[in-house]
């Protein structure tokens, strides 16, 4: 990789870590010699002409420079509260900007290389992993354009996610016989019962006993008899209730199978179709997620036979997670588990006297 575009990867890198970490970013973008001379800021002379536009240099600080692009999009990026406090002017903006921050954050990045702190495991563990989500970025620049054709399409291939059939809510009292149901269906006096009474005879004669406690509620039917609980019903409970009005007691008893049941229609959920236009931003989301893992997957692949060189999953087992969640030290190869009895304080009589 060239020296302009290993430099671009680490300023990407640095954009995304922000300030927190630019002294540990910055530290990788030159291979220079161990202790430069920080002392003086200002760009070196030179008799080459300098570039036009955004690649103009503004400032070289041993071994970084800054560009013209570079100080454009810092500016872009910082608060508006902390450019407020850098001058009452543009112009003391950008030149205060440049000096106290650009200028100041690359100072102490040399500082920090000549020190060799760019060696520290921490910091070259934060260092990776900006670049890795600098990677991430450039696939999902690369992999993760979607069109309106391709919402289309998922659209339509998942439908069923984005329609729902027509819905009753029921709660019913099961009995053994019609003639039970009769009694209960006179008891409660048709219409729209009594709640409390209601579920006073569920608790007693239900013989349902996983909904008797909730009053027989069944949760919402699907036409089949089926809910989003994954339970199932006979389908006559369906078709009992949708022949009343919401809030009414089905006026006969429903046979259902060798029983019968008292069946309370509590309310009706219409069908529905949610449109593509709603559902345009969900899709799109996913299928900008879907793309990037697929990408991710066929780079890990790719890259696994050129550069992991050593693999020894086995010597996980060297590593102790205890049931608390806390991980113990490794244990050298060999070393048995030391015993966790805890000696006695008061000696005790045995066989060859106290010890």
């Known amino acids: 990789m060239s020296s302009s575009s290993y430099r671009a990867l680490v300023t990407g890198a640095a954009a995304v870590l922000g300030g927190g970490l630019v002294l540990a970013v910055l530290s990788l973008s030159a291979s220079e010699p161990a202790r430069p001379n920080v002392a003086n800021a200002q760009p070196a002379p030179t008799s080459a002409p300098a570039p036009a536009g955004s690649d103009v240099i503004v400032a070289r600080v041993g071994s970084s420079v800054i560009t013209l692009a570079e100080l454009e999009r810092a500016l872009a990026e910082a608060p508006r509260a902390t450019l407020a406090k850098l001058g009452s002017t543009p112009e003391e903006v950008r030149r205060n900007y440049l000096e106290q921050v650009l200028v100041r954050d690359a100072l102490f990045a040399e500082e920090a290389r000549a020190r060799g702190m760019e060696k520290r495991k921490d910091i070259r563990d934060r260092t990776l992993a900006v670049l890795r989500s600098q990677l991430v970025e450039v696939l999902r620049k690369e992999k993760g354009s979607v069109t309106e054709e391709d919402i289309k399409a998922y659209y339509e291939a998942n439908s069923k996610k984005f329609t729902a059939p027509k819905r009753i809510g029921v709660h019913r009292i099961l009995v053994a016989s019609e003639d039970d149901a009769k009694e209960i269906l006179a008891e409660l006096g048709g219409g729209a019962p009594d709640p409390k009474k209601w579920n006073e005879i569920a608790r007693e004669k239900s013989l349902d006993k996983t909904t008797h406690l909730s ?95 050593e693999l020894n999953p086995e010597l996980c087992d060297m590593v102790t997670v205890t049931s608390q969640g806390d991980v113990e030290k490794a244990k050298r190869p060999g070393v048995l588990p030391r015993s966790k009895r805890v000696a006695s304080p008061v000696p005790v009589e045995g066989p060859g006297g106290l010890r």
Do not use: C
């Open 215 to 309: 009053g027989g509620n069944l949760g919402i039917l699907n036409e089949d008899g089926s809910t989003s609980e994954d339970s199932h019903y006979d389908p006559g409970l369906y078709a009992a209730a949708d022949k009343v009005k919401d809030g009414e007691l089905v006026p006969t008893p429903v046979k259902e199978g060798s029983r019968f049941a008292v069946v309370w229609k509590r309310q009706t959920m219409r069908a529905m179709t949610r449109p593509i236009e709603l559902e345009a931003p969900g899709i799109r989301a996913a299928l900008v997620d879907q793309r990037i893992r697929q990408a991710m997957g066929e780079l890990l692949g790719a890259l696994r036979p050129d550069h992991l060189k």
